[in-house]
């Protein structure tokens, strides 16, 4: 990732570098994003200018990969593995293949897993697949879902290292870990907290459709809740030990959570999708709920940003 500037100037000359619009707050940081409304995937360098895009259209999740290769998705079928000069190098369609032909499916979630597979997550057939080079299935499971819905039957999905899959169910509102089998091994619905449901994207909406649950290394389950406006750190006696509310940070306004990501320094990385251009599309927080830095960038990306990650510095 060290020449990745250089790689892009070299051998892209029809992809431009776009010079920094975005406000930042705390100390400047690198990381990827996708936005959908305005079709765009970028490696956003700590100075707020785009080192590296490409072109999309509906996305839920992206990765940079340890060779350096960006997998992605293009539109809700197809995911790409794609090289630093835009190179696709493997490709995978989940609308054609392995029985899916004619069928509503969509993905929302995908993984390169350490042994070479890549983990999907097939939304409408319900089912995690992990897929070799050649598109074989290697393993597959089924997904438990109350009423299924091609759209919204998952939303991030990621594999565990006890092997087992831990599964944002957004229409279910609910987080699921399944083991190997199949089987569900643990389960937390996110509360609505006394409220009625509301519509919309936007801060003016409110449920339960979390859009993340990851795994921390305490045993503990972060949730971003979505359109739920907020962040839930539970345990797996099922308690909610930290929480951050839509009105909790001070000049911000918290619409629809999703990614959120524990940094190795305790604060807590997240989206905030749908909040409109008074607020912060990127935020980070000490475990006392204090900002410390903040992204908003709304000439470059839009109010539909659902993908966020933070870069290591190793990259």
Not at 44 to 66: F, R, Y
Not at 112 to 126: D, H, V, W
Not at 158 to 179: I, P, Q, T
Request: aromatic share 6%; net charge positive.
């Amino acid at each position: 990732m060290k020449n990745l500037t250089l790689i892009v100037l070299l051998c892209c000359g029809c992809h431009f570098l776009h010079s920094a619009a975005a406000e930042q707050t705390g100390a400047p940081r690198r990381f990827l994003a996708g936005d959908d409304s305005t079709q765009r995937l970028a490696i956003v360098a700590a100075d707020g200018s785009l080192e590296w895009e490409m072109k999309v259209s509906a996305i839920h999740d992206a990765s940079i990969l340890p060779n350096g290769n960006i997998l992605l998705q293009q539109g809700w079928h197809k995911i790409v593995e794609v090289t630093p000069n835009h190179k696709t190098v493997w490709e995978y369609d989940s609308g054609k293949m392995n029985g899916n032909a004619g069928k509503s499916v969509e993905v929302h979630a995908f993984q390169r897993l350490e042994n070479g597979l890549t983990m999907i997550a097939e939304s409408g057939p319900c089912r995690i697949i992990e897929v070799d080079k050649a598109g074989v299935i290697r393993h597959q499971i089924a997904l438990k879902v109350k009423k299924g819905n091609s759209h919204s039957d998952t939303r991030l999905v990621r594999k565990l290292s006890n092997g087992n899959y831990l599964v944002a169910h957004e229409d279910d509102g609910v987080a699921r870990e399944y083991d190997s089998k199949g089987l569900v091994v643990w389960e937390f619905e996110v509360p609505m907290f006394g409220r009625e449901s509301k519509p919309g994207h936007g801060p003016e909406g409110f449920g339960n459709r979390l859009f993340s649950a990851t795994r921390l290394p305490n045993g503990n389950t972060l949730i971003g809740s979505g359109n739920g406006h907020s962040i839930l750190e539970v345990t797996p006696q099922k308690k909610i030990v930290w929480k951050v509310e839509q009105k909790d940070l001070p000049g911000i306004t918290l619409a629809w959570v999703t990614r959120a990501e524990r940094l190795p320094n305790g604060n807590t990385f997240f989206g905030n999708c749908h909040a409109g251009p008074d607020n912060p599309q990127i935020i980070e927080i000490t475990p006392d709920k204090k900002v410390v830095w903040t992204f908003k960038d709304f000439k470059n990306f839009g109010n539909s940003m659902p993908v966020q990650s933070t870069i290591s510095s190793r990259r």
